[in-house]
């Protein structure tokens, strides 16, 4: 199982995030906001997208929303 030791904003709807294993890798959390959850749906204004902490060893927003860490590790972009 991974875990996110560090995560950081840097644009649209994406976040680099570095991993137990020491990897950095780039999620973009856009194709799933096409979910309209209550827990989601916030997470379109990216205000409060913005406003994730590291919680529970992943991402996690005021919305109590949050993303398992294996799922962030394997659907990254890969930006070769």
Known sequence: MHFVKE???IWDYNIKIT???WKVKVFDMSPYLENNSLTFRPLKQKDIFKMFKIK???ISWITWAD???DFLYEKWINKK
Do not use: L, R
């Open 67 to 69: 993303i398992s860490p």
């Open 7 to 9: 995560a950081t904003y």
């Open 19 to 21: 991993f137990e294993d």
């Open 56 to 58: 529970w060893n992943t």
